[in-house]
């Protein structure tokens, strides 16, 4: 059987809309994140193969959770990982977590409404920025912010990348009933231009995500770790950003990314004002399961 190795598409984390263990991240964390980034990455990498089956794919899914699991050393990167979280004391549920949305990507192409994305959601985004809370011994208080936030940034990936996750791969994440709603179909995003119905769908959920954003507002406020909070912090800002093009655009046909001269304005202006606001910031009282967890 082909490796999981060999199946790589070439992206790494320097390809991403987000940071990813950036300078920002103490040193001393960002090799587990790395760890669990490149795990995902490949994961990743297995569901959106152009010319694998389903049944293939799912076979390397499988494989991989094993090795992450203790059974086999063939993935180097699941073998990474595992020795990571062993270092730590960390469960392998988030990785567990995310190898389930990539079966999900394999076997569902279509979702309903707006619960069913955000279930998706919930095992293919949100496990990621609990890992990091968790390697950072952050309070799981942090968690609903947490959700809202990693939520809101994989509906604007969904929404930048509608077109080419239709066309190359049939996968529709946008929910059927906006489609409805607007008087849109799933097939006109094989479109070169969005036609007025599609575009009012799009415009439509981008500014529902947008009120997801609103609830994360207050998550770096509510992180121990500075420097993670700066991260956090500015992640916020990109995805508000993106969000806005995303309001204003046609993501078949005009640009929904930001440029690297707007990643480094931004990405500079949200750490000068979380700075601000963090002077003289009380530090929140741990729970004792906290505490004692991450002791």
Not at 154 to 169: P, T
Request: charged share 25%; hydrophobic share 40%; aromatic share 6%.
């Amino acid at each position: 059987m082909t490796t999981a190795g060999e199946l790589r598409s070439g992206k790494g984390h320097r390809d991403e809309n987000f940071p990813v263990a950036s300078w920002l991240i103490d040193a001393r964390h960002r090799g587990i994140i790395l760890a669990f980034y490149e795990f995902v990455r490949i994961a990743d990498d297995i569901a959106d193969h152009a010319s694998l089956k389903p049944e293939e794919k799912l076979a390397q899914l499988d494989r991989l959770e094993g090795n992450l699991l203790g059974n086999g050393d063939d993935n180097r990167e699941a073998v990474r990982l595992r020795a990571a979280l062993a270092e730590r004391g960390l469960p392998p549920r988030h990785a567990q977590d995310l190898l389930t949305a990539f079966r999900m990507d394999v076997t569902k192409l279509r979702y309903q409404d707006w619960d069913d994305l955000i279930h998706y959601c919930s095992f293919s985004a949100m496990p990621v920025g609990r890992f990091v809370l968790d390697v950072h011994g952050e309070s799981r208080a942090t968690w609903v912010a947490n959700d809202a936030l990693c939520a809101a940034l994989q509906i604007n990936n969904h929404l930048q990348d509608c077109g080419k996750d239709f066309r190359e791969l049939n996968r529709v994440y946008i929910p059927l009933d906006a489609f409805a709603a607007a008087g849109a179909t799933p097939e006109e995003l094989g479109a070169a231009q969005a036609s007025p119905q599609l575009l009012r769908c799009i415009h439509d959920l981008a500014a529902r995500n947008e009120r997801l954003l609103r609830e994360s507002e207050p998550f770096s406020g509510l992180i121990e770790n500075t420097r993670l909070a700066h991260e956090v912090a500015v992640i916020h800002t990109y995805a508000r950003h993106i969000v806005a093009l995303l309001q204003a655009r046609d993501p078949l046909n005009e640009r929904v990314h930001l440029s690297k001269a707007q990643f480094a304005r931004y990405g500079l202006g949200a750490v000068l004002i979380n700075s601000l606001r963090r002077i003289g910031r009380p530090r929140p009282a741990r729970k004792p399961q906290d505490a004692q967890r991450n002791a």
